[in-house]
């Protein structure tokens, strides 16, 4: 027993041999002699925590922290052990390094150590040995409870490739590789390299932090106002103007757009000329004319507007047309763009045969809630009420009563998903509720009392970019789609052209709230249909025109088989009746232009940068609805030449009901006559 003392010491002699020292985030600033900018820390909550606690923490205040999160401002939620939050920081750039701007300041508890603060406060975004240069100490072993401590932060303002960016750093996890870093963040693998001083992308280290750079939105707000450096990227908002005004970022036009937070007086606002509020829009189409925010004045307290000209892709590409592009858009625009291969397994053979087929459905369809539902990309239907529902463009979960016996069918508003939301997928689930695959906000529950839950929004640490399609086993669990990480919905067909692997089928468990990715690096994941013996699920891959099934019970769990391959069309959602059939819709047939696109890479790469100039027509047609069999036989295609984006397909009774991505209306045929109308 005399002994221990000595083996303990010996057992910390070990423990300091084989410790490593985390290597030293710097991030390089060049952009002037002294500049001051925002940057983002992708901070990882190493315990349960609140955003209160973190905001204490990293002393930025909470509204900045949910609105870099893009959650609502009035967000409560106790942010769980392990999760992703996003902390922005005020960066200083001196001497062509840049640190926080002399926060956090941290105050030194019992039982601290400089490299405990480092590791297990702050998330390894700083070393040990940082904090003690900063803070001049010499020995990092004396520090004294109640000392305050600066925690130099790792940023930068630079713009990248004459861009003004949002600088994120991001620490690299297990698994992580610098291609796939690139597209979560919407840059390319050259850029992230050169940025960080790699030479070899698989010299790429667990725990290394790297400078990412977040495409910024242009703003209009002058030089003279105090938040004249607001620069947010795509998916955050800020509130600035002493509260008064809230400012967000979309990538449809990567142009802030601003309007009144508050309004209660206190708020003092210039109009534009005609009299144009902030963030009202005067005029349609390329003419139009947005009353957009460009500051503030302290003395006397007063928020700045000016007239901004609609800068829309299709606008600037109208603008393009006269002016063409430099050499080094081109470049860029090219280099962004990232088009592969398709896998060498993929067939261009001629398609699969269907037995029976009726090509003129349109002649025979009837439409439902014209003018109302705008966009309804899927259906789900509950038999005892007799109501349909669907997701609309404007946010709005719409029900339609089927039930009428006039042969009117009524429409109702019944739930909006959020501000900016899209809902894609919706199926009902258990306990009345209907859940839904909202490609913005991400994976949502809807309780009969119409209160919203956000269930999911990321898995394995990476964000969901278009949460797609959705179904729900008898035991609760949800199985669902991400079509694309890397592209949002605005962009889907940049990720279709592009033709690369960045989808994933994931499930989640209601019991664990735990997200679960089962199968990665899916060509455009779509629609998901649990089978009816709930062994299995059917998943459908837009890009490759199949779908496949992967076992969820029984011996074969986790394995992938084949389900239909080489389809005559493009496969969206899909659904089983009920009643022996899966009912696959088709987006668009098959064409030789797209079948050539999709054999060479070359010419997606040239299509795309054509696109960024003027509008080429895409070549759609023989949209439609396919009926399979349960062991994947083809039986019946109802499709038309005139027919584009057909989205979901849903038969009930006599009828087939099908969506649309784009159409103000649901479509419905009755199947007893559709031979009627065939040529």
């Known amino acids: 027993m005399k002994s221990f003392p000595y083996t303990s010491v010996f057992l910390f002699f070990l423990l300091g041999c084989f410790a490593t020292v985390s290597e030293a985030a710097t991030f390089t600033c060049n952009a002037t002699t002294t500049a001051t900018c925002q940057s983002i820390i992708n901070y990882v909550s190493t315990n349960a925590s609140t955003y209160r606690n973190i905001s204490s923490l990293f002393q930025v205040s909470v509204s900045s922290i949910l609105g870099a999160n893009n959650l609502p401002i009035t967000t409560t939620t106790t942010v769980s052990a392990g999760s992703i939050v996003k902390i922005p920081v005020q960066c200083q750039c001196t001497n062509g390094t840049g640190r926080s701007d002399h926060k956090p300041i941290y105050t030194v508890q019992s039982g601290d150590g ?125 509130i600035t103007a002493k509260s008064c005004v809230k400012c967000s970022c979309s990538a449809s036009s990567y142009i802030l757009d601003c309007s009144l937070a508050s309004n209660n007086g206190t708020c003092p606002v210039d109009n534009c000329s005609g009299n144009l509020t902030l963030g009202a829009t005067s005029g349609t189409g390329c003419d139009a004319i947005t009353c957009a925010y460009s500051g503030y004045t302290n003395t006397p307290f007063k928020i700045l507007t000016t007239p901004a000209p609609n800068q829309s892709s299709s606008c600037k590409s109208a603008a393009a047309r006269h002016t063409g592009p430099t050499a080094s858009a081109w470049m860029k625009l090219v280099h962004h763009f990232n088009a592969g291969p398709l896998p060498r397994d993929h067939s261009f053979e001629a398609s699969i045969s269907v037995p029976e087929r009726h090509e003129q459905i349109l002649a025979g369809t009837e439409r439902i809630g014209e003018g109302i539902l705008h966009g309804p990309e899927d259906l789900a239907y509950e038999p005892k009420s007799r109501f349909l529902y669907t997701g609309c463009i404007d946010g709005w979960i719409r029900r339609v009563d089927l039930a009428g016996d006039d042969g009117k069918f009524k429409v109702e508003n019944w739930v909006q998903t959020g501000e900016h939301s899209r809902p894609l997928g919706v199926v009902l689930g258990l306990h009345a509720s209907l859940i839904v695959a909202d490609a913005y906000e991400g994976l949502l529950k809807i309780s009969p009392d119409k209160e919203v839950e956000v269930l999911a929004g990321e898995a394995e640490g990476v964000k969901f970019g278009i949460t797609d399609g959705i179904d729900v086993a008898s035991d609760g669990t949800i199985y669902f789609t991400d079509a694309s990480y890397k592209y949002n919905l605005e962009n889907h067909m940049v990720d279709m052209l592009e033709a690369r692997p960045h989808g994933r089928l994931m499930s989640y468990d209601p019991s664990t709230k735990k997200t679960t990715v089962l199968v990665k690096d899916l060509y455009f994941a779509n629609g998901v249909s649990v089978a009816p013996d709930q062994k299995s699920l059917i998943y459908c891959e837009t890009v490759l025109r199949r779908c496949r099934r992967y076992h969820i019970q029984g011996k074969k769990k986790g394995t992938i088989e084949n389900f239909i391959e080489n389809l005559p069309g493009y496969p969206d ?104 109308h065939d040529k």
């Open 114 to 238: 400089l490299d405990a603060i480092a590791r297990y406060k702050f998330d390894l975004f700083v070393n040990y040995t940082e904090i003690a240069a900063v803070n001049n100490i010499s020995d990092p072993n004396k520090i004294v409870v109640g000392q305050e401590l600066w925690i130099p932060l790792p940023c930068s303002c630079d713009p990248v490739e004459e861009n003004k960016v949002v600088h994120l750093a991001y620490k690299v996890a297990s698994g992580n590789t610098v291609e796939g870093i690139a597209a979560q963040f919407g840059t390319n693998e050259s850029t992230l390299l050169k940025l960080n001083g790699i030479s070899d992308p698989k010299s790429l280290k667990e725990e290394q932090i790297l400078d990412v750079p977040l495409q910024a939105c242009k703003s209009s707000i002058n030089d003279t106002s105090p938040d004249h450096g607001l620069l947010l990227p795509n998916g955050t908002y800020a």
């Open 573 to 676: 959602n899909i659904r089983y009746d009920g009643e022996g059939r899966y009912w696959i819709a088709m987006s668009a047939g098959r064409t030789i232009v797209w079948d050539t696109l999709f054999k060479y890479p070359i010419l997606r790469r040239i299509l795309y940068v054509v696109e960024q100039f003027v509008t080429v027509p895409k070549g759609m047609k023989n949209s439609g609805v396919l009926s399979v069999s349960l062991d994947g036989q083809p039986i019946a295609l109802y499709s038309d030449p005139n027919l584009i984006l057909a989205t979901s397909g849903l038969k009930i009774g006599n009828y087939l009901y099908y969506g649309s991505l784009y159409k103000s209306y649901i479509s419905r045929i009755d199947l007893n006559q559709t031979k009627k």
